[in-house]
Structure formats: C-alpha cells, structure tokens
C-alpha cells in the first residue's frame, strides 16, 4: 500500500466572507456513544452514537475581519443558513500543491445556521497573534448538518493580511512594562438544546460569558508599586490592549505608525485587576483582568480600533 493523497488546511468560508488565514483548523462531529452491554455480560451486544453536535473550529490570524464579523455583544454571530465551507488544499506529488481551480481539493460543508463565536485571543512576545473562532450549527429539517464533499475547487486566498503580535498593556492610564504574553478569554458557556429525543441540536444559545485577560510580566517591581494592582485586587476604570502589526519585508510598522489595533474601555468600575502569581528565571508575574457589566450596559461593549498609531 502507498499514500496517495495529503490535504493541507486552507481556511473557512463564512457564506461570503473567506478567512484564509489560518493556522489550525478542524471540523468535529461530535458524535456521543452508545454502546450497551447485556446484564452481566463483559461484551456488548449493541453500539452506535446516541446524538451528534458537529463542530468547526479554526484558529485564524486576520484578527480585523474576524471581529467585524461578530454582531452580538462583539462576540458572536448568527451565520446565516447557507454554505459554511473548511476547505483542504490537496497536495501534488513531487510539486506544489494543486491550483485552487483544480477539481482536487476536499471541503467540509455546515449546510444549516449556525453560532459563529470568538472564544480567545493569543498573543506573546515571539509570535503572531491568533484568535480561536468556533462555529456551532443547529438542524432545521432541510439538509445534513455536516457533510465531506471531495474533489472540489476552493476560492483563491486573497490578499495576504500583516498579522499582528503582542503590544503594550494599560490598567488605569498606566502603561504595562515587560509584558511577554497576553491571553483574552471570553469563558464562554454555549448551551447545545435537543427537542423531543432529536439526535443533534435544533436551537444553540449563548447563555453566559466570563471576559477574562491574562497577561505576564517581568516588572513585578511596577505591579507592586504604589500599588497598581492590589493584594485583594484592583478596582478597573480603564483598560487597554494594545496589539502591534507586522510590516512586509521588515520589522514592525513604528509606534507612530496607525497601523495597530486597540481594544479598549473606560469606564467606572468596569473590572477588576488581579495579580495571581509570580514565578520563573527572571520572575514573571501574572495578573488577570476580570471584566464585568457595567451599570445597566452591555457587558461587552469595549471599543475595538484596528487603525491607530
């Protein structure tokens, strides 16, 4: 026997929108077991899959055209029913991948509505920044949730997007020293609903968030000064994440340059900031900003700029 074929991730099509890219991505079915063992046997006498939840998740580096994609609180979406695609670049032997107009390549296609969310955002030190999109169908009785389709042609990648990398923290008007990873999770909790002993999903909600950013630094000495961030925690009037572009064919674009992207907020009371641990050679410190509703806003509403020096 020999290998005949190899496909490499290509990215996912959201109906019109292309997110090419990509670093991982995956489609899942989710499929749960049943699996029955007669009474006091040790062998089973019936298996098969008690219900599915299929499942894309991709990890992509255009941070820009993945947010303005979010409707709902600036962390989700409804897509639309219609064709979600993950798409696979087949190889070619002893040459290049196939062209994208070559009827050889493989997709996986979510052929209902489905949530699309944003579950984290990456960044640190070395490398680019990715953010975690998943997307979560439901069954409306017309076509199969998730279904393979080979020998396909798959749209051209487009322009190549600069992706970006960790920038500067502020807590309180005070600019973050000696940071070297940032993580922002939302924490989301997404509730999968079954009617009537339906074996996949017919209605997916968002039914909690639990915003979190963590961040490490190598200047404990700043986080203990004066201090800004508490024993017992911090209270939060502002914030801001700072994430820095890379330019073609050289270093970073500068400072100056409004080429970056900010998320950011300023509000009485908008969270709280905690420093968890301290450890490493040099010491790190890590500090968690929990983000939380406030007055009677929206509990996400921070500002998102992707154009700023």
Not at 205 to 210: G, L, N, P, S, T
Request: net charge neutral; charged share 20%.
């Amino acid at each position: 026997m020999t290998t005949t074929r190899l496909f490499f991730p290509a990215g996912v099509k959201l109906n019109t929108t292309y997110l090419a890219h990509v670093g991982e991505q995956s489609a899942d079915q989710k499929l749960e077991d049943l699996t029955i063992h007669p009474s006091g046997d040790w062998a089973p006498n019936f298996t098969g899959s008690k219900k599915k939840a299929p499942e894309f998740s991709v990890e992509c580096f255009d941070l820009v055209k993945a947010l303005d994609l979010m409707t709902s609180e600036s962390m989700c979406a409804s897509i639309a029913a219609g064709n979600v695609d993950l798409l696979y670049r087949a190889a070619q032997k002893a040459a290049f991948a196939y062209g994208v107009a070559t009827a050889n390549h493989l997709v996986y296609r979510l052929q209902q509505d489905a949530c699309l969310y944003w579950e984290q955002i990456q960044a640190t030190q070395d490398d680019e920044l990715k953010i975690s999109l998943r997307l979560a169908p439901w069954y409306n009785n017309s076509n199969a949730i998730l279904t393979a389709l080979p020998s396909q042609t798959i749209d051209a990648p487009g322009t190549i997007v600069a992706p970006f990398t960790l920038g500067p923290i502020k807590i309180n008007g005070t600019t973050i020293t000696g940071c070297k990873s940032m993580s922002w999770s939302n924490g989301l909790e997404v509730v999968k609903e079954y009617d009537s002993g339906e074996a996949v999903p017919s209605l997916v909600v968002m039914r909690r968030a639990k915003p979190v950013i963590s961040f490490e630094t190598t200047d404990p000495h700043l986080v203990h000064t004066a201090p800004l961030i508490a024993d017992d925690g911090e209270p939060v009037n502002s914030f801001a994440v700072f994430l820095r572009r890379r330019r073609p064919s050289k270093l970073n674009y500068d400072d100056g340059d409004a080429m970056h992207a900010k998320l950011h907020k300023t509000a009485a009371l908008c969270g709280t900031a905690k420093w968890m641990s301290v450890s490493g050679d040099p010491a790190r410190v890590k500090c968690e900003l929990h983000l939380h509703r406030v007055g009677t806003g929206t509990l996400f509403d921070y500002t998102k700029d992707c154009a700023i020096a």
